[in-house]
């Protein structure tokens, strides 16, 4: 495994569950990690848990190029892009407005697109660089209500499947970690009933990516499909 000592770390919705709890992993494993996220009082708390120098911290809107534009000029550059921000609306097709529909598009996927666009230049250069994205099963198997996450997590999907095959002459790796039910504040808006008792912890989440990040330098793990033992659907 690669040694993350010293390496460039910037989690993207570092104030979610999986983000929350993958600072300390890296910490103790002695990268310099940068933050991000949309609530000012969380990133500041999670920085004075951690010891993590408040230069480390921005908030950004990856919806919004500009805002992404300006992160990318104020982190430099780094190893490791990890892409835990993401929405999630579950309800019949008929009960979901446009508005909805449009916000999901927005964050998931759009979001991820301004990421690439802000960060793979400097990876590129280098010839060097680890993205790794969490598009969760539902990148891959469609569930009822779905229709709105799932179009975002299918495109996330193909869109960094063709990116890839444009960086097959570098040593910038894409990986994507399928996640299934995880407790994480995900479900908090979510009006459906779920057993979260039998959900993946947001912790084992967090170990899952602090291994991906860490990956051998001589291959890239593509991708990781990581289930609840009553989600296996894959």
């Given at each position: 495994?690669?040694?993350?000592?010293?390496?460039?770390?910037?989690?993207?919705?570092?104030?979610?569950?999986?983000?929350?709890?993958?600072?300390?992993?890296?910490?103790?494993?002695?990268?310099?990690?940068?933050l991000?996220?949309?609530?000012?009082?969380?990133?500041?708390?999670?920085?004075?848990?951690?010891?993590?120098?408040?230069?480390?911290?921005?908030?950004?809107?990856?919806?919004?190029p500009?805002?992404?534009?300006?992160?990318?000029?104020?982190?430099?550059?780094?190893?490791?892009?990890?892409?835990?921000?993401?929405?999630?609306?579950?309800?019949?097709l008929?009960?979901?407005?446009?508005?909805?529909?449009?916000?999901?598009?927005?964050?998931?996927?759009k979001?991820?697109f301004?990421?690439?666009?802000?960060?793979?230049?400097?990876?590129?250069?280098?010839?060097?660089?680890?993205?790794?994205?969490?598009?969760?099963?539902?990148?891959?198997?469609?569930?009822?209500?779905?229709?709105?996450?799932?179009?975002?997590?299918?495109?996330?999907?193909?869109?960094?499947?063709?990116?890839?095959?444009?960086?097959?002459?570098?040593?910038?790796?894409?990986?994507?970690?399928?996640?299934?039910?995880?407790?994480?504040?995900?479900?908090?808006?979510?009006?459906?009933?779920?057993?979260?008792?039998?959900?993946?912890?947001?912790?084992?989440?967090?170990?899952?990516?602090?291994?991906?990040?860490?990956?051998?330098?001589?291959g890239?793990?593509?991708?990781?499909?990581?289930?609840?033992?009553?989600?296996?659907?894959?």
């Amino acid at each position: 495994m690669e040694s993350l000592k010293d390496k460039r770390v910037l989690i993207i919705g570092a104030t979610g569950g999986i983000g929350n709890a993958l600072v300390p992993l890296l910490k103790r494993s002695g990268a310099v990690v940068f933050l991000t996220g949309r609530n000012v009082a969380s990133l500041d708390e999670i920085a004075r848990e951690n010891n993590i120098d408040s230069r480390n911290l921005s908030t950004c809107d990856i919806r919004i190029p500009d805002d992404v534009a300006s992160l990318s000029d104020s982190v430099g550059e780094i190893d490791i892009l990890v892409n835990a921000a993401g929405i999630g609306i579950i309800k019949p097709l008929e009960s979901l407005s446009h508005e909805e529909f449009n916000e999901v598009i927005d964050i998931n996927l759009k979001g991820t697109f301004n990421l690439l666009k802000a960060f793979l230049p400097g990876m590129k250069s280098k010839k060097e660089g680890l993205i790794i994205n969490l598009p969760g099963v539902l990148g891959k198997v469609p569930m009822a209500g779905a229709s709105a996450y799932a179009a975002s997590k299918y495109g996330l999907n193909g869109m960094l499947k063709s990116v890839r095959e444009e960086l097959k002459r570098t040593r910038v790796r894409i990986t994507n970690l399928y996640l299934g039910g995880t407790d994480t504040p995900f479900w908090d808006e979510i009006d459906i009933r779920v057993q979260k008792e039998k959900f993946i912890t947001a912790e084992e989440a967090a170990k899952a990516v602090w291994f991906l990040c860490q990956q051998p330098s001589s291959g890239v793990v593509s991708e990781m499909v990581l289930q609840p033992f009553n989600h296996q659907a894959i």
